[in-house]
């Protein structure tokens, strides 16, 4: 027999003299108080990493100075990642990272893939999105609402990397307002059809894989959350066309191909929507949730990664017969990325903890959303200018990570729409 701990009892516990809260035999801690599954706790929170968490970020972090940091700039020069980069990943498990293991996935928790997504992104942040957008929206989408066959069949696929998942909801007329969408999709018998245009899919010309959002009725505003519903369309169905692709002329993210897609009476059958036929609008905004998280994340990485190149520079560049980092002004501008740095980090890391305790963290999400958004920006801003005209090279990297840093706040919901989620929610409290 277990019994539930009270949390009275838990939290009125005095750990001076006598060490850790232990629960006693058959006791049971509310996992909404103890960290990270099963721990004795002494504390309700808890920063110390784990040797599994250092070994796979040890890991990831040699991978990136390998194979991805020395070829960046290529990659932005061609417009794209060779594919070979992408299995390699899928064969290192950071393809399905989030994924359980029963569908080919590494089964990590949400605080494990925040850290590594973070690392890739510090060598990449072009890869970065194209790996966020293949397992956090395409994977997570048919993992919290496909049914049992769709996912055994799509995901250890996007998990290793052998097919790789687009996720289009974005039109050339919605894209803050994503519920004004207006891909239609008409049951024909055992077929759907899809008529439409998506707009801004990252990696939407190369995917196999997309996951659409189409409406089933015809629009009218009052009633546009109603009746989405979510689509997948593989690469050669009928009807599909992959329209102009921008990558290296974008203002950052160069080696992202962003692609415009189009349905003409693309015929797709029955069995390819995933979930209920009204559900679309709870499934965007579900998997935009933990997207906006992996998107905040990766800032984190650019942003230490120009904290990084910040702090290198400024202790080998000389002027008035001094190291520059020896001037106050120049250390206020370290201070500054240092605070930053570490908040985003912070209300990445709280986020996605409460992701792993089952806790809503829909306000958490958009509040480390929304503060990466305007903080990655200041931080690779001042590495521009500690870099003085080097800043201004693209012989240093600083450029392109304040070039990067711009798109966190535009997409997967602006800095403006995460601040109306933010104030909602506070003020419905
Ligand atoms: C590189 C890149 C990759 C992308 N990848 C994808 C992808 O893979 N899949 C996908 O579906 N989409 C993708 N997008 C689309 C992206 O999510 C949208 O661009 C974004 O949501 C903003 O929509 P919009 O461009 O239509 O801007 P708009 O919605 O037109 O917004 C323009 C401005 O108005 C502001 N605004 C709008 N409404 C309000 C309001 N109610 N209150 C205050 N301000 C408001 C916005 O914040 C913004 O500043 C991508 C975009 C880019 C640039």
Not at 45 to 61: C, P, S
Not at 217 to 240: L, M, Y
Request: proline share 4%.
């Amino acid at each position: 027999m277990s019994a539930t701990v009270s949390r009275e009892r838990i939290l009125s516990w005095n750990c001076e003299g006598g060490g850790p809260f232990q629960p006693q035999a058959g006791e049971v801690v509310p996992a909404d108080i103890g960290f990270l599954s099963g721990n004795p706790i002494g504390s309700a929170m808890e920063f110390a990493i784990t040797e599994e968490q250092k070994l796979l970020r040890q890991t990831v972090q040699e991978f990136v100075a390998k194979e991805i940091s020395p070829h960046v700039e290529a990659w932005e020069e061609k417009g794209d990642v060779p594919d070979s980069v992408f299995r390699k990943l899928g064969e290192i498990g950071l393809l399905g990272a989030p994924i359980p293991v029963e569908y080919g996935g590494a089964g990590l928790d949400a605080v494990t893939y925040a850290m590594l997504t973070e690392e890739l992104a510090k060598g990449c942040s072009s890869l970065r999105t194209t790996i966020s957008v293949n397992t956090s929206l395409f994977g997570m989408n048919v993992l919290l609402f496909g049914s049992e066959a769709q996912k055994r069949f799509y995901l250890p696929k996007i998990s290793s990397g052998e097919k790789r998942g687009a996720w289009a909801l974005t039109e050339p007329q919605s894209g803050s307002d994503a519920a004004g969408l207006r891909t239609t999709a008409r049951r024909k018998g055992d077929h759907w059809v899809l008529n439409g245009h998506k707009m801004w899919i990252s990696d939407g010309g190369k995917a196999d894989y997309h996951v659409v959002y189409a409406r089933t009725d015809e629009f009218d505003p009052r009633t546009k959350r109603n009746h989405i519903a979510t689509f997948v369309v593989h690469k050669d169905d009928p009807g599909f066309k992959v329209g102009s692709v921008e990558s290296k002329t974008k203002l950052g993210l160069r080696a992202s191909p962003t692609a415009e897609l189009l349905y003409e009476d693309c015929t797709i059958p029955a069995d390819r929507m995933l979930g209920k036929p009204d559900s679309g609008w709870e499934q965007a905004n579900k998997i935009l949730n933990g997207g906006r998280l992996s998107v905040a994340a990766g800032a984190v990485g650019i942003a230490q990664a120009a904290l990084d190149a910040g702090i290198a520079y400024v202790k080998s560049r000389e002027a008035f017969g001094k190291k520059i980092g020896e001037f106050q002004l120049v250390k206020e501008h370290v201070a500054y990325m240092t605070l930053e740095v570490e908040t985003m980090r912070l209300l990445v890391y709280k986020a996605a903890w409460m992701k792993d305790q089952g806790l809503d963290n829909r306000l958490a999400v958009s509040l480390a959303k929304l503060h990466a958004g305007e903080a990655c920006t200041r931080v690779t801003e001042r590495a521009v200018q500690l870099h003085g005209g080097n800043g201004f090279s693209g012989e240093y990297p600083v450029e392109r990570y304040w070039r990067d840093s711009k798109i966190i706040g535009i997409y997967e919901g602006t800095n403006e729409i995460q601040k109306i989620i933010v104030a909602g929610e506070v003020l419905d409290r």
